[in-house]
């Protein structure tokens, strides 16, 4: 397998021909947060606006015909990346509003269902009884954690969550699933240890009981093969902007039987069938969700990324960054005072690496680091029960993409080391 | 490195050497502030004193910013009165703003929080405290803005 052209690539990328703090050339390893997008995304949502721009799934006139056409294109390109069928794709915001998403339809579900008002088939898969349980991971990001806090405390249904081995692993003995438990809802790649999760024992585990599994896709999508033909899971989200893609569109992908049984969550133009003053039908999926004139131009853009990443090969792209991460976790390892958290070798474990430099609070590492250029997160990433379950206030994380190459891993090393020269710690 | 501005020797000194760190018993408002972007925290606790004034004592943990910051409020702010302690408050605002020029009689070692306002990010990390402060103070004294 060759390797990515790092050189070719980061041509494509308009941003790194800028430079940063008096000068320096950027050294961007905050793609977890977002990554940069290549001039072929920014090009597919600019052509969109200058030739085809219409509300989509309104108006009879040809450019109406041909934005409707470009977002279902764009549908299909994306639904085809993850092994999917383009109806059970549906268009959010972002992750967080895909999570929240299937989080409200357990809610409305049950809401609907002691009003005895009409549910779609199936729907009783998500109406909750008090004591139900809603199983989490302690490594979720706060996005698959409070909507889930939210809808126990308005069912009573009981949050409960599988806990973590020292080494950044789940522990998947920590709890045990029962009859009561109806959904699972974890993360495939943890944004703040790396670690990426065995998807299929989760899954065996939950399938013994019946229970439903969510998966959040944030950091693996954008950075692995994904093929949910063969995850085993019910849904997953993930967001577009992590993934080359544009701002404001996120996606989750969902079971056909399982999406048609939902109810809708935000609701008004769009996603009904029939519409009376006492009371309104609803639309199949994915229209059903997807309320108000939808993100045409960000959903071609992410289409574009998709084929931008496609290209590259997802299998090259993953073995790009376990190259880097190998190489991080080695340069990270030889700098005294410094510890991961998370797993320390490159074994099931994706390219975000948090650090905890000892003497230095990562505000201040990521200060340093700045002043060099190098971009980096520093604080709670999100995922701050994480932080307590290691004892440490915060971290700094590096993450790597298909723009980063050996110098970036060398910059980060080097920048550590300057920040503790510069506090008087370490060596 | 523009960095030396910000983190001045005398930042790094009450960083290393915090001045008053540690609650006291006695208190009469408790305040717990976050910054949730970053995860530091202070628990601040303002009690009046027979003449009127303040006494201050805070816990914390935190960036080297937040960490100095709260040591220099506690050099300025223990035992003065809530009208001297809520107009420096103003002043280290205005000057992080860089509405103001640094005045040394209000703030003393905080004239060298300056160099924090040509990073936005970490203003908030330099006014937790003070932040805290005011917060604990209105409710100790019952005084309003
Ligand atoms: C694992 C994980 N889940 C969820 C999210 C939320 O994504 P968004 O903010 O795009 O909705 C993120 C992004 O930070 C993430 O890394």
Same mark, same amino acid.
């Given at each position: 397998m060759t390797e990515l052209d790092v050189a070719r690539i980061r041509a494509d990328f308009p941003i790194f021909n800028r430079t940063v703090r008096n000068d320096r050339r950027l050294v961007y390893l905050d793609s977890g947060a977002t990554s940069q997008k290549p001039r072929q995304v920014l090009d597919a949502e600019r052509d969109f606006y200058e030739n085809h721009n219409a509300a989509v799934h309104r108006g009879a006139h040809q450019l109406a015909e041909e934005a409707t056409d470009a977002f279902e294109a764009a549908r299909a390109t994306i639904a085809r990346f993850i092994g999917a069928q383009p109806d059970d794709i549906v268009f959010t915001k972002n992750a967080t509003e895909a999570l929240n998403l299937v989080s409200y339809s357990f809610l409305n579900a049950t809401l609907k269902a002691a009003r005895s008002k009409p549910l779609p088939i199936g729907a009783e898969r998500f109406v909750l009884q008090e004591g139900d349980e809603?199983?989490?991971?302690?490594?979720?990001?706060?996005?698959?954690?409070?909507?889930? !806090?939210?809808?126990?405390?308005?069912?009573?249904?009981?949050?409960?969550?599988?806990?973590?081995?020292?080494?950044?692993?789940?522990?998947?003995?920590?709890?045990?699933?029962?009859?009561?438990?109806?959904?699972?809802?974890?993360?495939? !790649?943890?944004?703040?240890?790396?670690?990426?999760?065995?998807?299929?024992?989760?899954?065996?585990?939950?399938?013994?009981?019946?229970? +439903?599994?969510?998966?959040?896709?944030? !950091?693996?999508?954008?950075?692995?093969?994904?093929?949910?033909?063969? +995850?085993?899971?019910?849904?997953?989200?993930?967001?577009?902007?992590?993934?080359?893609?544009?701002?404001g569109i996120g996606c989750l992908w969902g079971r056909s039987e399982l999406l048609s049984a939902m109810p809708p969550f935000i609701t008004g133009g769009s996603m009904i069938e029939t519409v009376h003053m006492e009371s309104s039908t609803f639309a199949a999926p994915p229209k059903r969700f997807e309320a108000g004139v939808p993100m045409a131009a960000q959903a071609v853009g992410l289409a574009a990324a998709v084929d931008y990443l496609n290209a590259l090969g997802m299998d090259k792209v993953a073995a790009h960054e376990h190259r880097l991460t190998q190489l991080a976790l080695e340069g990270l390892a030889g700098i005294k005072g410094v510890r991961v958290i998370g797993p320390t070798e490159a074994i099931e474990r994706g390219s975000a690496v948090s650090f905890v430099v000892e003497g230095l609070h990562p505000h201040d590492v990521g200060q340093i680091l700045d002043e060099q250029g190098i971009a980096v997160r520093v604080g709670h990433h999100c995922a701050w029960p994480v932080c307590r379950r290691y004892n440490v206030p915060a971290t700094t994380r590096a993450t790597f993409y298909i723009y980063n190459d050996d110098a970036d891993v060398a910059a980060l090393v080097e920048g550590i080391k300057a920040a503790q020269k510069f506090f008087g710690v370490g060596e | 490195m523009n960095l030396e501005n910000m983190y001045q020797e005398i930042i790094l000194d009450h960083y290393k050497h915090p001045h008053g760190k540690g609650l006291s018993e006695n208190f009469a408002a408790e305040v717990h502030h976050v910054n949730p972007t970053c995860g530091d925290e202070i628990t601040l606790r303002v009690t009046p004193n027979e003449d009127g004034t303040l006494a201050v004592s805070y816990d914390n943990q935190g960036c080297s910013i937040s960490q100095a910051s709260a040591s220099i409020l506690f050099d300025q702010l223990n035992n003065v009165t809530f009208e001297t302690g809520s107009s420096a408050v103003d002043h280290i605002i205005a000057m992080l703003q860089r509405a103001e020029e640094p005045n040394e009689e209000v703030l003393g070692d905080g004239i060298a929080l300056v160099g924090v306002a040509q990073y936005p990010a970490r203003v908030k990390c330099a006014l937790l405290s003070w932040m805290a402060w005011k917060d604990a103070a209105i409710q100790a004294t019952g005084k309003g803005e």
């Open positions: 809603i199983v989490v991971t302690e490594m979720e990001h706060h996005a698959n954690l409070v909507p889930w !806090q939210e809808l126990c405390d308005k069912t009573g249904a009981v949050l409960r969550w599988i806990g973590l081995t020292d080494d950044g692993r789940l522990d998947l003995d920590s709890i045990e699933f029962t009859h009561r438990t109806k959904v699972v809802s974890l993360t495939h !790649q943890s944004n703040l240890l790396g670690t990426v999760n065995d998807v299929a024992a989760v899954v065996a585990k939950a399938r013994a009981v019946d229970a +439903l599994v969510v998966l959040d896709a944030c !950091q693996s999508v954008p950075h692995m093969p994904v093929d949910v033909s063969e +995850l085993g899971v019910d849904f997953i989200a993930w967001s577009g902007h992590k993934m080359l893609g544009p701002l | -």
